[in-house]
């Protein structure tokens, strides 16, 4: 069993930076896949940036490639991303997820664990 929860969403201005961070307990090794999704009212969660247990491999959504960078820090069993020049189209509920079922997950069935999710707001 995992437990996540995520933190730093919030209102930012377009153009600006803003970080997210996920927690996790639970579970005493890491040796498992993490990835941010997002979803909007109305719409499919959709797929933002995933990372292997190791940190050696990232993938992302075409749509933040460039923009975001997942990264993870086992010793702490935090996950972050990070996310540089916002656009008022990255508004949405935020979620952090983990264990994966599939190599380089990108299916929310993919994943088995979620946490609550976290509000990121980007203002024209």
């Known amino acids: 069993q995992v437990q996540l929860v995520e933190s730093g969403g919030g209102l930012v201005q377009a153009g600006t930076s803003l970080r997210l961070s996920c927690a996790t307990s639970g579970r005493t090794s890491s040796n498992y896949d993490m990835a941010w999704f997002r979803q909007t009212p109305g719409k499919a969660r959709e797929f933002v940036a995933g990372i292997n247990w190791g940190g050696s491999r990232t993938y992302y959504a075409d749509s933040v490639k460039g923009r975001f960078t997942i990264s993870r820090d086992n010793a702490k069993k935090t996950g972050n991303l990070q996310m540089n020049s916002l656009k008022p189209e990255d508004t949405a509920v935020y979620y952090c997820?983990?264990?994966?079922?599939?190599?380089?997950?990108?299916?929310?069935?993919?994943?088995?664990?979620w946490g609550q999710g976290t509000q990121v707001t980007v203002s024209s």
């Open positions: 997820a983990a264990w994966s079922t599939a190599v380089s997950g990108t299916l929310p069935s993919d994943y088995k664990y």
